[in-house]
């Protein structure tokens, strides 16, 4: 639909000041917004069975509430029977985009930093020309947190978590407009760098017209045969239907802006195809599904149907 001239105004001035909405969302609601993701493993079981010292053979879990159960400490690896330095010991990288204060890379920089990598499970192994059967390496992990805001970006550096992880040069981090600049631009070495990437709830506060370039950049986290994980928020969602019926919120198509001037954009499965399969970023598809969950209230009787979606792409070898 067309947009009158104080509709494109407020559209750009959203797009402009987009940063300083979110530096004043953290400022406001600091760490305490979100709660700590530990659903990883159960959600992702081929990629993140072996971070979390178990293997792939794990049940798929499909578990999205932000749950408090975390891998036992039996299912970690007992780092004194590895006894190697982690200076001789190559990484096992996990980039996250949109990384906020650190729910999703802190969890991470508390697991055993030492894992058992089968050849089977990553396809990023090096094997220098000899085909390996059954082996096994030891990696060491190593996380990036990058976000668009300042203040989410300092927040995490403060957490103690991340600054002993940082002294063993396992966590680095960085301010980073993803629409804006290629990886190589915020560091060297984060181009071509990661076993996983995740792409968790960010991607849908990016202005539909700056995604492929967004998407583009994220790809280029991944070494080849690597992992990107999506999840965000999917076509009708009961957020967008309320949304939809609010003055004033839709900016464009499946796009709107919240009571706190933060943006929105609800994905359907073609969205996530077009912005990074072989038309987009270059990637090869492996899963895309829709996830609906009802959450009842029990006080009230009321009911909240929430819809996302959830990608997952590898990089060509």
């Not at 975390?70 to 949109?98: C, K, Q, W, Y």
């Not at 239907?241 to 706190?260: A, C, M, Q, W």
Request: hydrophobic fraction near 35%.
């Amino acid at each position: 639909s067309n947009l009158t001239s104080r509709g494109k105004f407020l559209v750009e001035k959203l797009d402009i000041e987009a940063n300083l909405n979110w530096d004043k969302f953290y400022t406001a609601h600091l760490t305490k917004f979100f709660k700590d993701r530990h659903y990883l493993n159960k959600a992702f079981p081929e990629e993140f069975g072996v971070v979390y010292g178990h293997d792939n053979a794990c049940g798929e879990g499909e578990q999205m509430g932000e749950d408090k159960e975390t891998a036992t400490s039996n299912n970690r690896i007992d780092i004194d029977t590895v006894n190697l330095d982690h200076a001789t010991v190559s990484p096992f990288t996990i980039v996250e985009i949109g990384c906020g204060v650190g729910n999703t890379v802190l969890p991470l920089l508390e697991l055993d930093p030492i894992i058992t990598v089968s050849d089977s499970s990553t396809q990023c192994q090096e094997t220098r020309g000899v085909q390996k059967h059954n082996s096994s390496s030891q990696r060491k992990i190593s996380v990036w947190g990058l976000d668009f805001s300042t203040v989410a970006v300092d927040l995490l550096q403060q957490d103690t978590r991340y600054i002993e992880a940082q002294k063993d040069h396992r966590a680095c981090s960085a301010v980073w407009d993803i629409t804006k600049s290629h990886p190589s631009e915020i560091h060297p070495e984060l181009e071509s760098c990661s076993d996983i990437s995740l792409l968790l709830f960010c991607l849908s506060a990016v202005s539909p017209d700056k995604m492929q370039e967004a998407a583009d950049h994220v790809a280029a986290t991944l070494k080849p045969g690597g992992t990107l994980i999506l999840r965000d928020y999917g076509r009708f969602d009961e957020a967008q239907l309320k949304l939809g019926s609010s003055k004033g919120k839709r900016l464009s198509e499946n796009f709107y802006v919240k009571h706190d001037s933060t943006r929105v954009y609800y994905f359907d499965l073609d969205d996530l195809e077009r912005l990074f399969g072989s038309s987009g970023a270059g990637l090869v598809s492996i899963e895309k599904k829709y996830i609906q969950r009802v959450y009842k209230n029990r006080s009230d009787n009321t009911e909240r149907r929430r819809v996302w979606v959830q990608a997952r792409f590898r990089k060509p070898l």
